[in-house]
């Protein structure tokens, strides 16, 4: 047979498999998953068990934490030191463990993620509390099974004789499993374990009458009783942790943030470089200074504040930003009858009440024993003392001690046992004295007897033992409640005054689109004059707008969307550069355009405290190429996406022409390309919906569209109107009257025609109504850009033919004009 004969085949998947499986198995078994029964990971156990063996327990000396490591190493846990000692580690640091169940001594870590002391440098032993997890294990109350390498036993459970899953909680990841039971105060758990046991039907509800949530070592706020509820029923569920904080006065009218305690396994002195790291990178303004005064006397951090801050503000923007408050995500899994599973509050509490039923019941089963025993033995004693005189002949006659227990056993009726306790008899046992405290000592016997069987015989009675034992655990060792629980989870505001330091600045935006927020003492160095701005070459400068960082600017497409981009994040640049383009800025996409920048007050965007919309707000005035007018109250722009929204129904075919702010119920005054126009009162246009897609404001004739829109007032001031040929007219106001929306209009510029007359355009490409000299900026479609004054275009009336204000070259025609932007 040739060697290859030897071998199996086998598939890469089903070896990989199962090897995995079986990784697995004892990943979740034996390391990260706590046993449901006494909340301990294996390395936990084997680290406490291996100090009781020791006797290093806590009526003894502190013994070096590395001769405790060496032992748990050598005879049950067969991995690296650093992973058992880091299990200690965490068993003695009060911060991460409600009660501590090793008592250290030495340099143990801090709550600044300091690591602990070497091993051969610190000491320990176990804690008091500690005990109580291993109180009778000598009492054959648990299962032991061999270590790795069959030289020593070791507890497959310890008795735990309160539920340490739930007091000291428990995190660990594993294959496919992961764990996270939060801490609780011991009063509560063990009250909810009496409650169990006198009523084991009580809902998750009622349990939480008693146990009020989750209690952390480090305190803080507890918010969402609704997260609690749902993790107590189902082993998931979500709260939020806060920090306890205080505003306190100082001296000078400033203020300061105290906080005093931080969500759990929060490490503080990240927590503080990143308070300290806002105030440096001045993400929020008014902080002055960050002091860790931690101590002695526990936990403090001072958040000291500039004078005349918003104390309350900053406050709410740490707590959204650092993790001064943070969310805690219950997944309480636990093994149980050696598998992981996900359990509510209910089902540990059952898992642990049975496995103290067990304990209780193999601890009576030995008391019992070692009474009868020791009953049986004093049984013998008295009966032997009795018959004291012939005992001794018999004794004295026998050849040595096995014939002489042969002989009390063939002579007196006594068993081996009780014949073995005569031989051993001392001399002083047989006063008067001693023979009535070994007939005490029998009846105390019986009556012992008799209570443990009592116990075996009655599950109430049972019931009652651990009832008794537990509640005298909670007065020992039961503490008050540092975490507060609040229902309701508070929803954090934060003032853009506390992130944005208020300033004003000018924000251009060129008509190719490039955008920039410059602040006035740049503009000033510059020359303090709107043809200084940096602009690429045959670009023009489309929008300027003097406004503040705390307000937000709406700017709004040709295809009917709208952004709202806060002043603030608009990049900041020097007035000579030519800044950053929109699309850096906004995702704008390629084939939309903006067609209009809207400035509004932050005040004016937020909602009304009463719900209801003023009569008096401002309106958005959307005019369409084909006619339609559209009026929407500017506080329906508000939100607080960053995307494209829609701002106006467009049918297909169609775009925005015009965006208007109206303050003030004006008169509108449309434009069409072919000279017609029409004026109309703005409240016959209803005010719509922010989807809504208007009405028509001109009944166009066929080819022709809208060119402008204006709003007007009263009759002051001319309206001028300009053609693609560069002519331009003013006609006064008064010459438009008012009709009704919707109809054809009347006609407001007259195109020259005939093959011996010089063309004055094709069509009118914008309209303005001028009250004094305003500069026009003309564009041209092949780049070419004419300025002119309003003042140099003649009066005449609405039939008017226009002059000539800037020529056009043979082949290009104007695109677009508009007024020069005023520099402040």
Request: net charge neutral; charged share 30%.
């Amino acid at each position: 047979m040739s060697l290859l004969e030897n071998f199996l085949p086998a598939f890469l998947e089903e070896v990989v498999g199962d090897r995995f499986g079986r990784y697995s198995k004892y990943i979740i078994q034996d390391r990260a998953i706590p046993d449901v029964r006494d909340g301990l990971k294996p390395v936990q156990r084997r680290i406490l068990y291996a100090m009781y063996e020791s006797g290093n327990t806590p009526d003894k000396p502190y013994r070096k934490s590395a001769k405790t490591v060496g032992d748990v190493m050598g005879n049950y846990h067969p991995h690296g030191d650093a992973s058992i000692y880091e299990g200690m580690v965490r068993m003695a640091q009060p911060w991460k463990m409600a009660h501590m169940l090793v008592d250290g001594h030495g340099n143990w870590g801090s709550m600044d993620d300091d690591p602990p002391a070497a091993m051969r440098y610190t000491e320990a032993r176990l804690s008091p509390i500690s005990m109580e997890l291993l109180r009778d294990i000598e009492k054959r109350t648990v299962l032991f099974k061999d270590n790795f390498d069959n030289t020593a036993k070791e507890p497959v459970v310890l008795p735990s004789r309160y539920p340490n899953l739930l007091v000291n909680g428990v995190s660990g990841i594993s294959s496919g499993f992961a764990t996270e039971i939060p801490t609780h105060n011991l009063r509560e758990i063990i009250d909810a374990c009496v409650a169990v046991m006198n009523k084991p039907e009580m809902t998750v509800q009622e349990l939480m009458d008693i146990v009020k949530g989750p209690d952390f070592p480090t305190g803080g706020i507890i918010m969402g009783a609704a997260g609690i509820r749902e993790a107590y029923e189902t082993g998931k569920g979500k709260i939020h942790i806060r920090s306890k904080t205080a505003i306190e006065d100082m001296r000078g009218g400033k203020q300061q943030i105290v906080i005093t305690e931080i969500p759990y396994q929060i490490v503080k002195s990240k927590l503080v470089n990143a308070i300290d790291n806002l105030r440096m990178e001045k993400k929020v303004e008014g902080i002055a200074e960050v002091r860790d005064e931690s101590g002695r006397n526990g936990l403090r951090i001072v958040v000291e504040l500039k004078k005349d801050v918003d104390a309350e503000g900053i406050l709410a923007y740490l707590l959204k930003k650092t993790d001064l408050q943070t969310t805690y995500n219950f997944n309480m899994v636990a093994i149980v009858n050696k598998a992981p599973r996900q359990l509510g509050l209910k089902q540990i509490l059952d898992a642990y009440i049975e496995h103290q039923k067990e304990v209780v019941t193999h601890r009576t089963k030995y008391d019992l024993e070692k009474a009868e025993d020791r009953a049986h033995v004093l049984e013998g004693l008295v009966k032997a003392l009795n018959l004291l005189d012939q005992i001794i002949e018999t004794i004295k006659a026998s050849k040595n001690r096995q014939d002489a227990q042969n002989n009390l056993v063939a002579k007196f009726g006594f068993t081996e046992r009780q014949a073995d306790a005569i031989l051993t008899l001392q001399l002083y046992r047989l006063t008067n004295l001693e023979i009535t405290q070994l007939e005490k000592e029998h009846a105390d016997a019986l009556k012992k007897i008799a209570q443990f069987r009592a116990i075996l015989d009655s599950p109430r009675k049972l019931l009652n033992v651990i009832k008794d034992e537990l509640t005298e655990i909670r007065g020992k060792y039961g503490i008050d409640r540092r975490s507060v629980i609040q229902d309701e989870v508070e929803e954090i505001k934060v003032n853009l005054e506390v992130m944005v330091q208020a300033e004003d600045v000018l924000v251009t935006l060129s008509r190719e689109g490039y955008i920039k927020r410059t602040s006035l003492l740049s503009f000033t160095r510059s020359g303090g004059e709107l043809g200084s701005a940096g602009v690429k070459e045959g670009d023009v400068i489309r929008w300027s707008l003097g406004v503040s960082t705390l307000d937000p600017l709406l700017l709004f497409t040709q295809k009917g969307y709208y952004y709202l981009l806060p002043v603030h994040q608009i990049p900041e640049f020097k007035w000579k550069d030519t800044g950053t383009a929109i699309v850096n800025v906004l995702p704008l996409a390629k084939d939309d355009r903006i067609v209009g920048v809207v400035h509004a007050k932050s005040a004016e965007l937020a909602p009304p405290a009463d719900g209801q919309a003023d009569a008096t707000n401002p309106l958005l005035v959307f005019v369409t190429r084909r006619g339609q007018v559209k009026r929407t109250p500017l506080i329906e722009y508000a939100t607080t996406r960053s995307m494209a929204i829609a701002a106006c129904k467009v049918a297909d075919g169609d775009e925005v022409v015009k965006v208007l702010r109206s303050d003030r119920p004006d008169d509108l005054l449309l434009v069409t390309e072919q000279g017609m126009s029409i004026r109309f009162g703005s409240e016959e246009v209803s005010v719509q919906g922010r989807v809504a897609g208007g009405v028509r404001g001109i009944a166009l004739k066929e080819g022709d569209q809208l060119s402008d829109a204006l709003l007007v007032s009263e009759d002051e001031g001319e309206v001028l109107v300009l053609s693609d040929y560069g002519y331009a007219k003013r006609t006064l106001l008064l010459d438009y009257p008012q009709q009704g929306r919707g109809g054809k209009g009347i006609q407001t510029f007259e195109f020259k025609e005939g093959k011996r007359v010089r063309p004055n355009g094709t069509k009118l490409i914008a309209a303005f109504h001028v009250k004094e000299a305003v500069s026009l900026l003309a564009l041209t479609a092949g780049g070419a850009v004419a300025e002119f004054s309003s003042e140099s275009s003649p009066i005449e009336d609405r039939r008017g033919h226009g002059k000539l204000m800037t020529p056009v070259d043979r082949g290009d025609t104007l695109a677009e004009a508009f007024v020069k932007p005023l520099s402040t």
